[in-house]
């Protein structure tokens, strides 16, 4: 599994391309909850806790769950992120919140180790996939510099 952040660059946006649909078929809408779960638990005691709302632990776990339904829906699942929540609009969601660089490298690793325990499991294509997904995703959510 290669979990090389790709640069960022200010003046370029990488094409980004969904996830294999095979990723959620191999790891289930549950696998992708507590994927999402693991990502937030470590977003909750990582360097860039700060730019989240102040909630407590079950807070962060709720918001994990809207994560989850944004995830499910990209990876090919049902729309639960556009039933529950509208449509995504992900850069407008998010920019009341400062996702500087230095954010998205932290975002970054505590989503590697989010991700490192389905490696035994899921095809190393499709975990592939995936991460090729967040990175150039996270590039796109960058919105201050500093």
């Known amino acids: 599994m290669n979990y090389t952040i790709l ?3 200010a003046n370029y946006i990488p094409p980004v391309q969904k996830p294999n649909r095979g990723f959620l078929d191999e790891v289930g809408e549950e696998g992708i909850r507590q994927l999402l779960d693991r990502l937030y638990m470590q977003l909750d005691v990582s360097p860039i806790r700060s730019i989240f709302p102040p ?22 699942g049902p729309s639960y992120f556009n039933q529950k929540h509208g449509a995504p609009q992900m850069r407008g969601r998010h920019a009341p919140f400062a ?5 998205r490298l932290h975002w970054l690793i505590c989503f590697e180790s989010a991700l490192k325990p389905l490696e035994d ?12 997904y967040i990175n150039i995703f996270s590039i796109m959510m960058i919105n201050r510099l500093g």
């Open 7 to 9: 640069p960022y660059n």
């Open 55 to 76: 909630l407590d632990t079950e807070g962060m776990r709720d918001a994990g769950q809207v994560s989850a339904d944004f995830f499910i829906q990209i990876c090919g």
């Open 99 to 103: 996702i500087t660089p230095e954010a």
């Open 121 to 132: 499991s899921v095809s190393k294509e499709n975990l592939q996939s995936f991460w090729n």
